[in-house]
């Protein structure tokens, strides 16, 4: 007999060996029909594989993210059966699961390339194979045999990958006359996929590198069941009407210049008003909380990134470099700010009194990404992030920590971002190699995260190996209002880079110590928090955000003038009001600024100029009637105040 411990810590006795789908079923057949992968001892596994020893052990259904990595991973594998089928002499690189469904990279025979139309063709090939429900088995051969294996397929990519693997037990996987190097998990067999759509093809370097072959990208969804996938369509038509690059061009936020290079936005002036509001806004918040602003050069000497570990571990080809012409010193521009404010930490000695110190910077950085991997202002080369560090006592660190949660809930709430879950990132404990600083270091940070979130009663998932490389984190995974999870606002707590740099207060005890560190950023970054908030939106923002809150609509020429007054009045109370001025029908003008997602019209003619009002309208609500023009601002100073 063997023990398996459940989430709810409750234990039972089975018979080994078993399998995730037998404890399924000993719980429920309905359970059984459900689940599509099982985590034991904290790896995800495939249902049907053997465990033979006292485990911990979860089940993961489709509501899961381990649920849908095993579903859309098999997916990726039907599809490579697919096209191999279809293709013979395909060539395959990677297939893994992504957050929207999965991918594959392949090289077809010849140098064909797909097209479009040709994804219908797989789609029908990949329905045939599904519905023979062919088992999905896992197979461990040796390092020599895998060679053999794919020697005798022909596939270069896959022996490329598997002679950087060390010698040892290697896993394949087998479904029908189709086999794939891989780790899995995956499905039990291939029937559980019901409803199948390939939806775009695109070019990807082999293993990320411009200096390797071109591979045609083939992306693809499936689901379970035939109505979540006409859900996802109609979602998927939903998100175009808001994606971010079209509402922004519209409202005239932001726009790209291939003169200025690829993924340099430049904030137009409504775009930039925004900006200034979001900053304002979260400058309210930090002043209360005792933050002091700081600010930094946009480039750093090489030296200071070396001290931090960054450069090591990103390698000096993700950075450009700028050397002086006559001292020879060499600079880069600056991939992060934490390293500048630790600078700052030094400038001066610092008390156990003094802590914790607050710095908070709305830090420009730059970032090399792929000309491929840019898209609009969710991936760019340079982006403002709302940093801040927080410098403090390991005893203060639980308070501290737990005050920039407290933060993020502002910020929530003022932007209705309401279905999010805390993801607490850890280290992984079976590859060292990928972090600095000492275990007992790691255990003190990992344990106050741990514990700062149930004081807060946090909704939380765990994630081991998602740490950054100099320690744990707290990152809230954020649903849009199309059930899209975004990653917005992150807490790292750190006690490596305080130790690289020399970081110290003179303790009570009147020795020296060192402090923690945590590095906070609500926002991540602003171009990315304003694309988020955008499609979140539709480009319908809060009043107290609108770049323009008011536009002024005169029925004829003879009313422009008192559009003026009106506007004037505006600005006293700091009201951002323009004024629609064109020679155009009153009716054409509500239609394009409707467009143009401005919260207030107020339209002006001649009863308006008589009696000192203006005719209310509120976008998307259509006519509010008719106000003073006191009575009108007063109404938006509340409603300002109201969501603030």
Not at 23 to 42: C, F, H, Q, W
Not at 224 to 237: H, I, N, R, V
Not at 250 to 265: C, H, Y
Not at 391 to 416: G, N, S, T, Y
Request: proline share 4%; charged share 30%; with cysteine.
């Amino acid at each position: 007999m063997i023990k398996i411990t459940f989430p709810d810590k409750s234990v039972r006795e089975f018979p080994e060996p078993l399998t995730g789908l037998e404890i399924a079923r000993s719980i429920s057949n309905s359970l059984a029909k459900e689940v599509l992968a099982v985590t034991v001892d904290g790896k995800i596994w495939d249902l049907t594989r053997t465990i033979s020893h006292d485990a911990s052990v979860k089940l993961h259904t489709w509501d899961d993210p381990e649920g849908k990595e095993a579903f859309w991973h098999s997916s990726a594998h039907l599809m490579a059966e697919a096209i191999e089928q279809i293709y013979p002499g395909t060539k395959f690189g990677i297939g893994p699961s992504i957050e929207t469904g999965f991918y594959y990279d392949i090289d077809l025979p010849g140098g064909r390339q797909l097209a479009e139309k040709d994804l219908q063709q797989i789609e029908k090939k990949m329905v045939e194979l599904a519905r023979q429900n062919n088992a999905i088995v896992r197979r461990e051969i040796s390092k020599a045999e895998a060679l053999e294996l794919f020697t005798q397929k022909n596939d270069e990519l896959k022996l490329e990958l598997i002679n950087e693997l060390e010698d040892g037990t290697i896993s394949v996987y087998e479904q029908g006359n189709f086999t794939d190097l891989c780790r899995g998990p995956h499905l039990p067999h291939t029937g559980y996929i019901k409803a199948i759509k390939l939806t775009s093809i695109a070019g990807a370097y082999w293993r990320g590198s411009e200096n390797n072959r071109m591979l045609t990208r083939v992306y693809g969804v499936t689901f379970p069941k035939q109505k979540m996938l006409g859900e996802y369509l109609t979602m998927l038509e939903e998100a175009k009407k808001r994606d971010h690059r079209k509402i922004g061009r519209e409202m005239e936020l932001f726009t790209f210049s291939e003169a200025v290079g690829q993924g340099l936005p430049l904030w137009l002036p409504k775009g930039a008003q925004l900006r200034m509001q979001l900053e304002e806004f979260l400058k309210k918040i930090q002043k209360r909380y005792n933050y002091e602003q700081v600010i930094t050069p946009h480039i750093g000497d090489v030296k200071l990134y070396k001290i931090s570990g960054h450069y090591e571990k990103y390698g000096k080809d993700s950075f450009h470099t700028i050397t002086t012409p006559a001292e020879g010193e060499e600079y880069m521009l600056k991939p992060m700010n934490c390293p500048h404010h630790c600078e700052i930490y030094k400038s001066k000695p610092r008390s156990y009194k003094d802590l914790p110190v607050r710095m908070a910077e709305f830090g420009t950085v730059y970032r090399y990404e792929q000309s491929g991997e840019l898209h609009g202002l969710t991936r760019v080369r340079g982006f403002t992030q709302d940093d801040a560090h927080i410098f403090c006592r390991p005893d203060q660190l639980k308070d501290e920590f737990k005050k920039v949660i407290d933060i993020i809930f502002i910020i929530f709430k003022a932007l209705h971002f309401d279905d999010y879950i805390a993801q607490i990132s850890l280290r992984d404990k079976e590859n060292s190699e990928k972090y600095i600083g000492t275990v007992e270091n790691w255990n003190k940070a990992e344990q106050a995260i741990i514990e700062a979130c149930d004081e807060k009663g946090l909704k939380t998932t765990i994630e081991p190996g998602e740490a950054a490389f100099y320690g744990p984190k707290l990152d809230f995974m954020v649903r849009d209002a199309l059930g899209r999870s975004w990653q917005l606002g992150t807490i790292q707590v750190d006690y490596n880079l305080p130790e690289r740099f020399n970081l110290e207060y003179i303790g009570a005890d009147d020795n020296r110590h060192q402090p923690v560190m945590i590095h906070r950023a609500p926002f991540g970054s602003l171009e990315r928090f304003v694309a988020v908030l955008i499609e979140h939106t539709a480009g319908k923002f809060p009043l107290w955000l609108a770049p323009e809150q008011v536009v002024l609509l005169p029925i004829s020429e003879k009313y422009n003038e008192y559009a003026q007054k009106v506007l004037n009045f505006l600005n006293i109370y700091d009201i951002r009001t323009i004024i629609d001025d064109r020679n155009e029908k009153i009716g054409r003008k509500i239609r394009d600024n409707e467009l143009k997602r401005i919260p207030y019209m107020l339209i002006v003619g001649e009863q308006e100029a008589e009696s000192d009002t203006v005719s209310v309208r509120r976008q998307g609500h259509g006519d509010k009637g008719v106000m003073t023009i006191k009575e009108f601002a007063e109404m938006i100073l509340a409603e300002i105040k109201d969501q603030q």
